[in-house]
RNA sequence: GGAGGAGUAGCGAAGAGGCUAAACGCGGCGGACUGUAAAUCCGCUCCUUCGGGUUCAUAGGUUCGAAUCCUAUCUCCUCCA
């Protein structure tokens, strides 16, 4: 079925290809062996977010289809900066972040793509060891500047400025592609729509160095847009991040679950690994039955899934029925710190005291008593999953959860965490 | 350097001596409906111990009474040099 296709059939369907060098030599070769390919990452951040998964679905694509796949590090790259889909110079990073953020990327790959047909390797080992002489002789020869201007990323960037640094970064990029070439084998580059130019750059290098039959190839994936035009990846609170300190993986789900229908298909041919047959039975119910939201549901099962195991998915799934049926009482302490992560959370006293001072003073939920005289008239304010509309309500902090936290839900599903001190 | 205009709540914008804690729109916050959606409808949107208190760039002044009139200061805009 699904499996048996040619890979880049399979990417083709799941809409998943914005370009490629050279679609049929592709297909064939990938039909006749497995190859290694490989997508960079530059460690600007001390964790893996859900852009990131964007390449990295695809990798894992190609791993399942027996590929080997080579994740780079940017440790060389990452310290001059890709000038791609940037408007402005980037801040240089101390080399002292750098490796800290390798380190933490590195232990977040593992967890995906596991240890067995995988490499993870820093650009860094042989990009510091080339001399300005070397680079200048070897590489810069190959490079003409006319075309490098020509690229789109560094022309855009011409009419604000745009440093020799940054400038430089195609070459970098270019000489990882030759290095992965010549010491592994690679011969497939993939990344985002933007990093076309940097992928040919790469290519270009290798027909002049090792001749123009050289058998190497660039895919890139297109942009992961949402229908409402805003960009892919963002929530209120900033990026989704992989790491489940910074976003818990109940956030993770709900960021999943939350897909707007008109996205939900394309997501799910994306970044689940669900068949043809499954995509379509569920894309079947957002037409005939949306209010249940089964494709979404499933996404962020999936996703969950591979993200963070089996386990966090039957998590996650509790804590949202818990939050959103405002049925509490069942969470255990534990689910409640996850499910409580991203939400405001603060530090009460034990003893009873009214409610209105108690949101307004103690908790400062509330800006004001007009406010929180008004809310807890108006029945939006839930102590502890019940609402409450007594505006003489004592709240007795010891009452519930062993005493350790009051949950206050303000809204439909603005919820505050105190706990006891 | 000269001439004019403008500064009002998170934003936009009315108000030109008392009826103004300040119309209206947007945004924000609630509620109903719903699918943890969209759209729609409704309420609230300076603080308060509900007596009142503090607001209309800032500081003074006139007046029984000022966002509204006067003076100075600051900031912004337009036109002329």
């Not at 084998?185 to 076309?196: N, R, Y």
């Amino acid at each position: 079925m699904a499996q048996k296709k040619n890979i880049i059939d399979e990417l083709e369907w799941r809409d998943a290809i914005n370009q490629v060098t050279d679609e049929d030599a592709l297909r064939k070769l990938t039909a006749d062996k497995k190859i290694s390919l490989y997508c960079g990452t530059d460690p600007t951040g001390d964790s893996l977010h859900v852009g990131h998964l964007i390449p990295f679905m695809m990798l894992k694509r190609f791993q399942l289809a027996g590929h080997h796949p080579v994740i780079v590090i940017g440790g060389g790259t990452g310290a001059i900066g890709d000038p791609s889909g940037r408007k402005d110079e980037r801040q240089l990073q101390s080399m002292d972040q750098v490796k800290k953020n390798e380190d933490a990327l590195t232990a977040q790959m593992v967890k995906l793509f596991g240890t067995e047909n995988f490499s993870i390797v820093n650009n860094y080992d042989w990009l510091s060891k080339i001399s300005l002489l070397e680079f200048l002789r070897d590489y810069g020869k190959l490079f003409n500047v006319n075309t490098m201007l020509n690229k789109e990323v560094v022309a855009s960037r011409l009419e604000n400025g745009i440093s020799f640094t940054e400038f430089t970064y195609q070459i970098l990029q270019s000489v990882d592609f030759l290095t992965l070439y010549r010491d592994h084998g690679v011969q497939l580059q993939i990344g985002g729509a933007d990093q076309w130019g940097n992928i040919t750059a790469g290519i270009d290098l290798i027909h002049k160095i090792e001749g123009p039959e050289a058998p190497v190839y660039g895919l890139t994936i297109p942009l992961m847009l949402k229908a409402d035009g805003t960009k892919f990846g963002k929530t209120a609170g900033g990026a989704v991040w992989l790491d489940p300190k910074k976003t818990s993986p109940y956030e993770f789900y709900q960021f999943w679950l939350n897909t707007d229908d008109r996205d939900v298909v394309r997501y799910l041919k994306y970044f689940t690994f669900l068949d043809e047959d499954q995509i379509n039975a569920l894309a079947e119910q957002v037409k005939t039955d949306p209010g249940k939201r089964a494709a979404q549901k499933a996404l962020a099962a999936e996703v969950t899934k591979f993200v963070h195991g089996e386990q966090a998915v039957e998590q996650a799934q509790h804590i949202s029925d818990a939050l959103f049926s405002g049925n509490l009482k069942d969470l255990t302490a534990e689910e409640i710190e996850q499910g409580f992560k991203g939400v405001p959370s603060m530090e009460v006293p034990n003893e009873t005291e009214n409610i209105i001072p108690w949101l307004v003073d103690t908790t400062k939920i509330e800006p004001s008593r007009r406010q929180a005289r008004e809310d807890v008239k108006n029945g939006a304010i839930y102590v502890n999953g019940d609402r409450q509309n007594d505006l003489d309500y004592e709240i007795d902090p010891s009452a519930s959860f062993d005493g350790k936290f009051v949950i206050i839900r303000r809204g439909k599903k603005k919820y505050f965490l105190a706990r006891v001190k």
